[in-house]
């Protein structure tokens, strides 16, 4: 037809998808414990294109369940995106951008990545401790280490030119004495009750000069010269720090620590993880509690307390003494954190093969049978497990896997609570296994690159854009040019460049210009796709979530003729998807697969996978033959909303969840322009009590004022029903406000949905050719004042649209949430019956 082949094809993801994580996350390096922000502080990293020189990183294979050690090639620093931050349940924490994967234990015994935005509170996420990677500096010995660790204990610097130590203990005393009479002999240590003060700039000097700070109790943090510092230096400075500000029960065997610096306690327990002590941190004192600051507390306890007095212990004699006392004769103590979860189902499945081939005795069988019944395994009887299958001249299913989960040091912690911000985010590329521990977290970032070479029918090449770039002047530009040379000999071929905004971001942007490496490697891409040589059946794909940040020259028709927008899968696209991950699979004959297409609206192919995946798992777990349509839905609801659990609740909670979902249920049936009620449950799924699903009955893409205006009602009924049934409310109801708020924002400062007017209200990015990058542009504060009144009346007018038909309808909200209370679910069918009137509907929709 005379057309001539496009160019090239950009991938490009929806705004927030990079993968990332905040600033202060601590990343164990070559160089020790390291904010991921301060990296450029200890490594060279190159401002132009990113590079990072001599940085290896503790990073973990999933595939191969082994630790390994690579070197970083590049660091970014990806400026403020939103965030969603995990707290776990020992104090541990990360929070990263929605996108951002980190590894979690399936319900089904393996280690895999999820997104911190699909993470449901309960999920089990993984950590490691023992790495034992720590820095090489020379600059502190141990004796300067432990009296670094006393002072940041017991310390003062805040004075001019003075020193001061507070203790009460002669051991510690006569160490500081003979410390400042031994380095600083012309200096005098004068006592003030029980304080030990040294006046000599030389001995303050030094230690500001060894990265003490003032040692104000709410900013300490530890050195960093002692987190770069080889093993003995962390240990002795630990040793200083808990001789003189932490405690060892008398009677009850347990470590505590505690201070007013979040930052510190962070510090600490990270330390003590990679020296294999796992402490939990929690914070003890509340401002709200009559606090004057927050008291964080860190606490070790069973086999932590063995790890600690076997690595680090106490250098006072009377700590040491008590810590003997309650570790002395103790090899072994289980605690929760020696739970593996998940693998239960494994090791029985594994088991039944040495049973069959009679291989197996009373003791293990014994052991299997209490697997079962417990559907837990500790850390312990899995040992024992993997030392006795080792022991047989068979093939044991699974075995090397378990032994693969004991060597690396891996426990399992629940997520307890999720929450949502925005921050600055900063990123590594770790070529091998694209992984990296940060805060005892293995993080990870997703190749797309995989997916895209399993469509290809022709030949393909891959690199990331990153990978073109070295110190050496010309090499990027002729690594592009050896690319394309391949890919001619080759052809048909395509090339596929990941992160393409690592190479293809606007020239004269940060920058006055110049010709510097990256700009030459991306002049020669330009010159390779649309200049002299011709190239036609060469088909270049790049993939990037920053689309905004490319040069002009890159992505106009000719080079980049196609941007490709990655969403979420239609109908028919399901359909597809879902046949595909039902290959090998039994189901019943009669499913009907165009419903259970309908029913995925908004799941990515991914959640389709999981959803069949968790459906024929539980098949097998109830030992029955065929996969059912209750199966699939009872596996989407999994997905989405987290497994089921049963709850502990008095009649008054029951009672109260149950009004609460059905207040939502029938402001949605009423309510013309909301969604239906697919289903309706009392029954406890992640840390909701309960909840209400209403999926959209068909793919939309657009949403109206009006719709939106009945969602923000629906979110609201729960809490409406409560405060007209009890006059109370309850904490339940905080998610539906932060969506409701959500919306609420969204329809004022982006969509233009208020009396403001046809306004983005939002910070705005200038993102013209040859514009430096800078502070967005912001509305004054008198303009927020009324976007804020505009939020606040649209929640307003939700919430009365909610009252009102609640009033409406009391009779019904009785009867149903009665029925509720007795049957604890209710499909979409059964509420429609049980309210007696069909589901409103938006005649403009039809």
């Not at 601590?26 to 001599?54: A, R």
């Not at 002049?523 to 979530?545: K, P, R, Y």
Request: overall charge neutral; glycine content about 8%.
């Amino acid at each position: 037809m005379g057309a001539r082949t496009p160019k090239g094809v950009l991938l490009v993801g929806p705004a927030g998808t990079g993968k990332c994580v905040v600033g202060d996350t601590l990343i164990t390096t070559n160089k020790g414990l390291i904010e991921i922000e301060d990296i450029p502080k200890y490594y060279y990293v190159d401002s132009k294109s990113n590079k990072v020189y001599g940085s290896s990183l503790a990073s973990f294979n999933i595939e191969k369940t082994s630790s390994e050690k690579n070197i970083a090639s590049h660091w970014f620093n990806l400026g403020e995106q939103k965030t969603v931050k995990l707290d776990l349940t020992q104090g541990f924490s990360i929070e990263g951008t929605p996108e951002h994967p980190v590894v979690v234990m399936t319900e089904y015994g393996k280690l895999e990545f999820k997104k911190l935005k699909d993470i449901q509170l309960d999920d089990n996420i993984v950590i490691q401790y023992g790495r034992n990677l720590f820095g090489n500096s020379d600059l502190i010995d141990k004796e300067t280490a432990y009296l670094m660790g006393l002072l940041t204990g017991d310390g003062n610097l805040s004075h001019s030119s003075r020193v001061g130590l507070t203790s009460v203990d002669e051991e510690i005393i006569n160490f500081f004495k003979k410390y400042v009479a031994k380095n600083f002999p012309k200096a005098k240590v004068s006592q003030n009750g029980q304080s030990y003060l040294v006046a000599n700039w030389s001995f303050k000097k030094h230690l500001y000069e060894l990265g003490m700070s003032y040692l104000l109790s709410f900013d300490k943090t530890v050195p960093s010269t002692v987190l770069q510092s080889p093993k003995e230096i962390q240990v002795s400075f630990l040793k200083g720090l808990f001789d003189a500000d932490a405690s060892i029960g008398k009677s009850r065997a347990e470590f505590e620590y505690t201070t007013v610096s979040s930052k510190m306690a962070r510090q600490v327990q990270m330390i003590l993880l990679n020296l294999g002590v796992i402490a939990s941190l929690s914070q003890k004192g509340k401002v709200e509690n009559g606090y004057k600051r927050p008291v964080y507390r860190i606490v070790i306890t069973g086999q932590g307390l063995l790890d600690f007095g076997k690595t680090v212990g106490f250098g006072l004699t009377r700590k040491s003494l008590l810590l003997r006392e309650h570790t002395y004769g103790r090899t072994k103590v289980n605690t929760n954190i020696d739970i593996i979860p998940g693998i239960a189902e494994c090791v029985v499945e594994s088991w039944k093969v040495i049973s069959a081939k009679k291989l197996s005795n009373e003791d293990l069988s014994k052991t299997i049978d209490k697997v079962r019944r417990r559907s837990r395994v500790s850390r312990q009887t899995l040992k024992e497990y993997v030392e006795f299958s080792l022991k047989l001249d068979i093939d044991v299913p699974d075995v090397s896997y378990f032994q693969d989960l004991l060597n690396n040091n891996l426990f399992f912690v629940k997520v307890a609570e999720k929450s949502f911000s925005s921050a600055n985010v900063y990123d590594f590329t770790v070529p091998g296994t694209h992984s990296f521990l940060g805060n005892g977290l293995i993080n990870h970032n997703t190749l797309l690159a995989r997916a895209v070479a399993g469509e290809a029918g022709v030949q393909f090449l891959s690199i990331a854009g990153s990978e073109f770039m070295e110190m050496l002047v010309g090499v990027g530009a002729s690594r592009v040019r050896d690319l394309f040379t391949t890919a001619k000999k080759l052809s048909p071929a395509i090339i596929f460049i990941d992160e393409i905004d690592a190479i293809g971001r606007a020239r004269g942007r940060a920058n006055m210009g110049g010709h510097d490496e990256r700009e030459q490697t991306l002049n020669q891409i330009l010159v390779e796709m649309d200049g002299f040589s011709q190239n036609d059946n060469v088909i270049v794909v790049a993939a990037t979530n920053r689309g905004d940040m490319l040069d002009p020259a890159l992505v106009r028709p000719g080079r980049f003729d196609r941007r490709v927008m990655v969403a979420l899968p239609d109908l028919i696209e399901r359909e597809f998807i879902i046949k595909i991950h039902a290959k090998n699979k039994p189901f019943v004959k009669d499913l009907n697969w165009a419903t259970v297409a309908k029913r995925t609206v908004g799941f990515s192919g991914a959640d389709i996978e999981n959803m069949l995946n968790e459906a024929a798992i539980s098949v097998a777990r109830e030992k029955r033959e065929e996969i059912t349509q209750e199966d699939i839905e009872e596996a989407a609801l999994k997905v989405k909303l987290g497994p089921s659990k049963k709850r502990l609740q008095d009649e008054l909670e029951k009672e109260m969840t149950a009004y609460h979902e059905i207040g939502h249920s029938i402001v949605a049936h009423v309510s013309p322009h909301a969604d239906p009620v697919h289903r309706v449950s009392i029954i406890s799924r992640g840390s909701a009590l309960g909840f209400t699903l209403t999926p959209p009955e068909k793919d939309k893409l657009q949403t109206t004022k009006s719709e939106l205006m009945d969602d923000i009602a629906v979110l609201l009924g729960g809490r409406g029903a409560e405060k007209l049934i009890f006059n109370e409310l309850t904490a339940g109801a905080s998610s539906d406000i932060q969506k409701a708020t959500k919306i609420a924002r969204a329809m004022v400062m982006d969509f233009g949905m208020s009396p403001l007017g046809p306004m983005n209200f939002s910070p705005q990015y200038e993102v013209s050719y040859s514009t430096p990058w800078g502070e967005p542009a912001k509305i004054s504060e008198k303009l927020q004042e009324k976007v804020d009144e505009e939020i606040k009346k649209i929640i307003d007018a939700g919430q009365v649209i909610a009252d009102n038909f609640l009033k409406k309808y009391r009779k019904q909200l009785d009867s149903i949430s009665k029925k509720l209370i007795e049957v604890e679910s209710l499909d979409g069918d059964e509420f429609e019956k049980l309210i007696g009137m069909p589901k409103a509907k938006n005649e403009a929709r039809k």
